[in-house]
């Protein structure tokens, strides 16, 4: 979008105004705004356009943006599957696993032919039964039989190299930053 993402309140009076059936416009203030706005106006439940919208979000790591998106779809579209697939699949992405856990489960529900939440499920079911180690920008999951030893050294060098990578890239992730030691028995 040519003016950027969105505010808050924008998003809120936007998506109070699609629930209430009432026309866009008004609300419209970005170019996010103004395009909502022109496919409401044939469509006064976008639910599809919102979660290509909340999947081009997420590809900018607009994690909280393509969250919004995608729980507005399913709320305009129960029936659709997409949105709720992409909203669990983005849990798992950002380590909300108990979330990822019911949301998937959901998903798989409505689309059992879906390989990404089929096999995210099994991910899922594999992380629980790992340790967590949390610093202060990451969340480290692992075997706790195997690889403590390698979470612990991970952490460190992850930690020392965060402040030059905020200051490479100008930005600071929102939420810490996931990763996964998955030991080769698994």
């Given at each position: ?31 996010f705004?103004?395009a ?45 599957p ?19 856990r ?55 060098y ?18 810490k ?10």
């Amino acid at each position: 979008f040519d003016e950027g993402f969105p505010t808050d309140a924008e998003l809120d009076a936007l998506f109070s105004r699609l629930q209430d059936k009432q026309p866009l416009a008004e609300a419209a203030q970005s170019g996010f705004g103004r395009a909502l706005a022109s496919v409401a106006a044939v469509n006064p439940r976008p639910a599809a356009f919102l979660t290509e919208v909340g999947r081009q979000a997420e590809a900018k790591f607009k994690f909280d943006f393509a969250e919004r998106c995608y729980r507005e779809a399913m709320r305009l579209s129960e029936r659709q599957p997409e949105p709720r697939s992409a909203l669990g699949l983005l849990s798992m992405r950002t380590g909300r696993l108990a979330e990822a856990r019911e949301i998937l489960d959901q998903a798989f529900e409505s689309d059992p032919f879906h390989v990404r939440v089929s096999n995210m499920r099994k991910v899922v079911k594999l992380l629980e039964g790992y340790e967590t180690l949390e610093t202060e920008h990451f969340l480290i999951r692992y075997d706790s039989a195997a690889d403590r030893i390698l979470a612990r050294y991970l952490a460190e060098y992850l930690e020392s190299v965060y402040p030059g990578m905020v200051a490479e890239y100008g930005d600071a992730p929102a939420q810490k930053t996931q990763f996964e030691l998955f030991h080769k028995a698994k």
